[in-house]
């Protein structure tokens, strides 16, 4: 292959990655258009007055988008989800599972602490540059009760890389 047509080709791979993202999708669009870019949806979250779609991105669940559609079916914004500072908005005591996974998506894992009576939703994102984890502790009534971070497991004994 001549050096041109392997740019070309290495071009056009790039921007059809490009058009699978859904930073692409503005305010306004429809939801049939979401969903012929981005194809369906990891889940589907209601909201007051529409609903949200879930997208999980990459292979280590990092980076979540949520696409917020008002009663219409209109995008009216999309948003990465898993950072630092969402993860500080949730409050012990007041928010519940359903509010968790409305904000935050799927969890990559849930396990159950005998020990303590908590189940803890551990959501992968990534702080800066290294591989986190964020654990939100619920009770058996489905509040939550603590949110710690601390480094995703998966990555350790490897200098912040995949085993």
Known sequence: MKPFALLLCALSAVLLAGCASPTGILPGTSDSVVRSRLGAPDAVHALPDGR??????????????????????????????????????????????????????????????????LTAWLYPYLE????????????????????QNGPDPRFLGGGNRPD
């Not at 800066?128 to 949110?147: L, N, T």
């Open 52 to 117: 949200r779609l879930e997208y999980v991105l990459g292979p280590y669940q990092q980076e979540v988008f949520m696409v917020d559609l008002d009663a219409a079916g209109t995008v009216r914004q999309v948003r990465q989800v898993r950072t630092a500072e969402n993860f500080a908005r949730l409050q012990p005591g007041r928010d519940r599972v359903a509010d968790v996974q409305r904000e935050f998506g799927t969890p990559w894992k849930v396990e159950r602490y005998r020990a303590s009576g």
């Open 128 to 147: 800066g540059s290294f591989y986190s984890m964020m654990a939100v502790h619920v009770d058996d009534r489905g509040v939550v009760q603590s949110v």
